[in-house]
Nanobody, 123 residues
Framework: QVQLVESGGGLVLPGGSLRLSCADSRRTFSTYNMGWFRQAPGKEREFVAAINWSGGMTDYADSMKGRFTISRDNAKNTVYLQMNSLKPEDTAVYYC????????????????WGQGTQVTVSS
């Protein structure tokens, strides 16, 4: 069973940066495509970014391109989301997801989830 643990969320000023991490202690991590989603209050969970198992391919939602960067370190069983130029509308709970089909952007296509980490962008 995949166990994903996110960290790195918090309160940040508009224009600031945060780096989220998602760790899985299992050796099978390096075989999974990984993704980040987010969910704001009263809204559906939305796709943020994904990276394939090797790290050679990435995919971003249009509103995150140029501001967010997804990466992974398979030696550390960790996927990262570097978020720059944060805006108040980026405020949400951010979830790490695993084992989805690369290119799939709906939450139902990703079978494994972390517990989420809160990101709040506010002055």
């Amino acid at each position: 069973q995949v166990q994903l643990v996110e960290s790195g969320g918090g309160l940040v000023l508009p224009g600031g940066s945060l780096r989220l991490s998602c760790a899985d202690s299992r050796r099978t991590f390096s075989t999974y495509n990984m993704g980040w989603f987010r969910q704001a209050p009263g809204k559906e969970r939305e796709f943020v970014a994904a990276i394939n198992w090797s790290g050679g391919m990435t995919d971003y939602a249009d509103s995150m391109k140029g501001r967010f960067t997804i990466s992974r370190d398979n030696a550390k069983n960790t996927v990262y989301l570097q978020m720059n130029s944060l805006k108040p509308e980026d405020t949400a709970v951010y979830y790490c997801a695993a084992a989805g089909i690369f290119g799939a952007r709906h939450a139902r296509d990703w079978p494994y989830w972390g517990q989420g980490t809160q990101v709040t962008v506010s002055s």
